[in-house]
């Protein structure tokens, strides 16, 4: 290892130990950090498996902080306010706190085009983080680190959070009348790794309809998937 590459791989474990601080969580497995921090135009090893299941920890820790928290609120209520808290936005914001945007590994490309400071990577690495503390401490610790995220966010009956997106509407709609939940599926990506395009499907299987949508990050096309399926029920004057 030259000199330059010494100094570099020292600045970055000093910048893992401060970021280990700021989760107030210290890894048993450094590597898991390391993996979660690392985006696929940097190497092959890297943070979209930790991303897939820090997405499904996170949707069940907010939902374990709301249950509790908003003890009058329905179902309809809590789904949108947790759509609020998990959606992209809202993990950029908490992704820049926690000052990810120096510490994710990106090919050359990417930090050329900005991905430092794409919304998406950093709220998919903050997830791929999640995940990380998940399989290297379980579930209490990533409930534990999601209340910290959280503590900044004021989470009440009457937040804003109340809007429904896409994806939240058509799970309410399909509820109400008892029939599964849609699936999706990336049908196929495009484009270089720093510019993609995500193809996504949305299926109902009770009704045999399925929709497409296209977007610059698997959560943008699904929403766009799901807008597209509720636009075809009002044509079928189902809503």
Same mark, same amino acid.
């Given at each position: 290892m030259?000199p330059?590459?010494?100094?570099?791989?020292?600045l970055?474990?000093?910048?893992?130990s401060l970021?280990q601080?700021?989760l107030?969580?210290?890894?048993?497995?450094? !590597? =898991?950090?390391?993996c979660?921090?690392? @985006?696929?135009?940097?190497?092959?090893?890297h943070?979209e498996r &930790?991303e897939f %299941? +820090?997405?499904?920890?996170?949707d069940?820790?907010?939902?374990?902080i709301?249950y509790l928290?908003l003890?009058?609120?329905?179902?309809?209520?809590?789904?949108?306010?947790?759509? !609020? =808290?998990?959606?992209?936005?809202?993990l @950029?914001?908490?992704?820049?706190k926690?000052a990810?945007?120096? &510490?994710?590994? %990106? +090919?050359?490309?990417?930090?050329?085009?900005g991905?430092p400071?794409?919304?998406?990577?950093?709220?998919?690495?903050?997830?791929?983080?999640?995940?990380?503390?998940?399989?290297?401490?379980?579930f209490?610790?990533a409930?534990?680190?999601?209340?910290?995220?959280?503590q900044?966010?004021?989470?009440?009956?009457?937040?804003?959070?109340l809007?429904?997106d896409p994806k939240?509407?058509?799970?309410?709609w399909?509820?109400k009348?008892?029939?599964?939940?849609?699936?999706?599926?990336?049908?196929?990506?495009e484009?270089?790794?720093?510019?993609?395009?995500?193809d996504?499907?949305?299926m109902?299987?009770?009704?045999r309809?399925?929709?497409?949508?296209?977007?610059?990050?698997?959560?943008?096309?699904?929403?766009s998937?799901a807008a597209?399926m509720?636009?075809?029920?009002?044509?079928?004057h189902?809503?």
């Open positions: 030259t330059a590459l010494r100094v570099c791989e020292t970055f474990n000093s910048e893992l970021l601080t700021r107030q969580h210290v890894f048993a497995d450094q !590597n =898991l950090l390391v979660a921090l690392t @985006h696929r135009s940097y190497s092959a090893d943070n &930790l %299941l +820090g997405d499904a920890v996170l069940l820790a907010v939902s374990d709301l928290q003890q009058t609120l329905l179902e309809g209520d809590l789904s949108r306010i947790r759509a !609020n =808290l998990v959606k992209q936005d809202t @950029h914001q908490l992704a820049l926690l990810l945007p120096g &510490l994710i590994r %990106l +090919g050359d490309g990417e930090i050329r085009s991905g400071k794409r919304p998406s990577i950093l709220a998919d690495t903050l997830e791929a983080i999640i995940g990380a503390v998940y399989l290297d401490a379980g209490a610790a409930l534990a680190l999601v209340k910290r995220l959280y900044s966010v004021a989470i009440n009956p009457t937040m804003d959070a809007g429904k939240t509407e058509l799970q309410e399909l509820q009348r008892k029939m599964q939940l849609p699936n999706y599926h990336v049908v196929c990506t484009g270089a790794a720093h510019n993609q395009t995500f996504v499907e949305c109902v299987k009770d009704l309809l399925s929709e497409r949508g296209i977007g610059s990050s698997r959560r943008a096309s699904e929403q998937a597209a509720l636009q075809n029920l009002r044509t079928r189902l809503t």
